[in-house]
């Protein structure tokens, strides 16, 4: 990393949402307003930066964001990331990156295309996902693994791709409704690149999410006031009981 991020008005965190043009679905551009909502509140400085399709991926971002994508644009934005290279070369020298769905399908070695066919991945994270034998579509919850210290995580999904998990990653949580990665497990990370499928926003629902990767790239955080937190506790707790009626 270059010069450390400070709080004072030093160096601001980069947030790079990439491809806002061909990967954003159901509000997935929130995860972006989150992570700069909660660095704000800690006083900690932001730039979001959006690069579109046509332009090339700055390497010198802190927090790479990700979106879903129908089949025809996450095919798109997988060939254009590969010519690019910057995100790879971002990821490899140790920015964080999150990614949601397609966007996270497209980081492993493979996905499946309009036909199942096998089309070719970043293989920024070691996992390989194929076309399932339907689509998961609805509420999905899942517990995270303990050593990372987050609450259960909420969310939307609607995808038709797998994913399995390979020795260098580990999966990001249980599901204990919903689909998933499709063996019971839900998203996958390795150093500080985390996928899932979660939509809703994703970190809209699990704030604890959004510091986790925050934390990833500045260090620890201060918790925040109960009163900002009120509203994600809201949210939390109506998407949790829907799930707990309906489901
Ligand atoms: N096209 C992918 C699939 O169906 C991803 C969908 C999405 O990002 N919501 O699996």
Request: charge should be negative.
């Amino acid at each position: 990393m270059t010069e450390p991020i400070r709080a004072d008005g030093g160096r601001r965190v980069r947030l790079v949402w990439v491809y806002p043009d061909l990967l954003s679905t159901y509000g997935d551009r929130g995860n972006l307003l989150v992570l700069a909502r909660r660095a704000s509140l800690r006083e900690i400085p932001v730039e979001t930066v959006e690069v579109n399709a046509d332009q090339p991926v700055p390497e010198d971002g802190d927090i790479y964001l990700l979106g879903g994508g129908e089949d025809l644009p996450q095919i798109l934005a997988a060939k254009r990331l590969r010519t690019d290279g910057g995100l790879a070369r971002a990821a490899e020298r140790g920015a964080v990156v999150f990614a949601v769905c397609a966007g996270y399908q497209l980081l492993g070695h493979e996905f499946g295309g309009v036909d199942g066919e096998r089309l070719a991945g970043l293989s920024i994270l070691d996992v390989t996902s194929g076309r399932g034998d339907r689509r998961g579509v609805g509420e999905i919850v899942a517990d995270v693994d303990p050593t990372l210290g987050v609450p259960r995580l909420t969310g939307f999904e609607n995808h038709q791709g797998i994913t399995k998990i390979g020795q260098g990653a580990r999966p990001l949580a249980r599901v204990t409704l919903g689909v998933g990665n499709g063996d019971g497990t839900e998203g996958a990370f390795a150093g500080k690149v985390l996928g899932t499928y979660l939509h809703g926003p994703a970190l809209a629902r699990n704030p604890g999410l959004a510091d986790l990767l925050l934390s990833w790239a500045v260090g620890p955080l201060k918790p925040l006031p109960t009163a900002s937190e009120e509203w994600a506790r809201q949210l939390r707790a109506e998407r949790l009981a829907a799930t707990t009626t309906t489901g």
